[in-house]
């Protein structure tokens, strides 16, 4: 009983000290994302950033969720990761009107 009741006190010690900060960054993309091809290049190259957990895309509302481990990266390393994909981020929300810019998308067709 003595090994039991100490096996949980460990337990219930050691679980704080292993808990992940999950954090969301909620951004829009520029130049804006104008093709399922682009959310999909999103998602087939975050995957790979250390600490991500989960990516979505909204191509009507131009948002994109990335979830990521706040241990393993931070938002700073996000942003360098959408600059390798030829996008340059801002909050979602922003008011500002994006400028008339082509799309990755647009630049591999031509």
Same mark, same amino acid.
């Given at each position: 009983?003595? =090994?039991?009741?100490?096996?949980?006190?460990?337990?219930?010690? $050691? #679980?704080? $000290?292993?808990?992940?900060?999950?954090?969301?960054?909620?951004?829009?993309?520029?130049?804006?994302?104008?093709?399922?091809?682009?959310?999909?290049? $999103? =998602?087939?190259? #975050?995957?790979? %950033? =250390?600490?991500?957990?989960?990516?979505? &895309?909204?191509?009507?509302?131009? =948002?994109?969720?990335? &979830? /990521?481990?706040?241990? !393993?990266?931070?938002?700073?390393?996000?942003? !360098?990761?959408? @600059?390798? #994909?030829? /996008?340059?981020?801002?909050?979602? @929300?922003?008011?500002?009107?994006?400028?008339?810019? %082509?799309?990755?998308? %647009?630049?591999? $067709?031509?």
């Amino acid at each position: 009983m003595k =090994k039991l009741i100490s096996l949980l006190l460990l337990a219930s010690a $050691i #679980l704080p $000290i292993s808990a992940k900060e999950i954090k969301e960054f909620v951004v829009t993309t520029q130049p804006p994302m104008s093709c399922h091809n682009c959310e999909e290049k $999103i =998602k087939k190259n #975050l995957r790979f %950033e =250390k600490g991500v957990t989960n990516i979505t &895309t909204d191509l009507k509302n131009q =948002k994109v969720v990335v &979830t /990521y481990d706040a241990d !393993k990266t931070n938002e700073e390393n996000l942003v !360098k990761a959408f @600059g390798k #994909l030829k /996008y340059d981020v801002k909050p979602f @929300g922003t008011t500002e009107c994006p400028e008339k810019t %082509e799309t990755p998308c %647009e630049q591999t $067709i031509k």
